[in-house]
């Protein structure tokens, strides 16, 4: 019986980078870099941190949004 192949971890998957808007308005992104880390990161493409929850990446852009006058 032959075995699979295995592929790497890093190798697996590429980072997936999802955009946050608000109706037409483009709040930030954040990059999914593995199944539970993300970085974030505001309008100006400022890096906000990294987090362990997408919903914490979210918070972060939308908190950065409502601070600009």
Known sequence: MKSKPQILPELAEEPREYSVYFGRDRLGRYVQLD??????????????????KEKEARKAIYAESDDRP
């Open 35 to 52: 199944k539970k880390i993300f970085d974030a990161f505001g309008k100006d493409d400022r890096f906000l941190g990294t987090f362990r």
